[in-house]
C-alpha cells in the first residue's frame, strides 16, 4: 500500500470526518474558551484538545503519514475511554460535556466508532 493510498476511496470519507470533527470541536471549543472558560475549564479543554487531535489525525491521512495517523489514533482511542469512563463515573467532575464525554453521546458515539475504523483502515492490509 502506497502512502497516499490512505486517502482514497473509503480513507476519504474517514478525512472528511475527520476534518468535520476538527471544525465542530473546534469551533465548539474556541467559543467556549472564549465566553465561559471559567464554568467548566477542563472539560473545554479536552474539547480543544481533541479538535487538535482530529485536526492532526486530517492532515497526517491526507499525506499519508501512516505512523503520524496511527500515534493520533491512539490517543483518539485512549481519550474516548478514559474521558468516557471518567464522565460516566464522576459526572460532577464534568459540569459540561466534552467531545469525549459518555464514549461522544453528544456526537451521537462517533467519537468512540471513529478511531476504530480509522485503525482497521490502516491496519488493514498489514
Do not use: H
Not at 471559567?38 to 489525525?57: G, K
Not at 459540561?96 to 462517533?110: C, D, N, P, R
Amino acid at each position: 500500500m502506497t502512502p497516499t493510498s490512505l486517502g482514497t476511496g473509503p480513507g476519504r470519507a474517514l478525512i472528511a470526518l475527520y476534518g468535520l470533527f476538527a471544525l465542530a470541536a473546534g469551533a465548539r471549543a474556541t467559543v467556549q474558551i472564549l465566553t465561559r472558560f471559567d464554568e467548566a475549564p477542563l472539560a473545554y479543554s479536552l474539547s480543544a484538545f481533541a479538535a487538535l487531535v482530529y485536526l492532526l489525525l486530517t492532515v497526517a491521512l491526507i499525506r499519508g503519514a501512516r505512523r503520524l495517523a496511527l500515534v493520533a489514533l491512539g490517543i483518539e482511542l485512549a481519550g474516548v475511554l478514559v474521558i468516557g469512563t471518567a464522565s460516566v463515573l464522576d459526572p460532577a467532575a464534568f459540569p459540561e460535556a466534552t467531545v469525549w464525554s459518555v464514549y461522544g453521546k453528544g456526537y451521537l458515539f462517533i467519537p468512540l466508532v471513529l478511531p476504530l475504523v480509522g485503525l482497521y483502515w490502516l491496519l488493514r492490509r498489514r
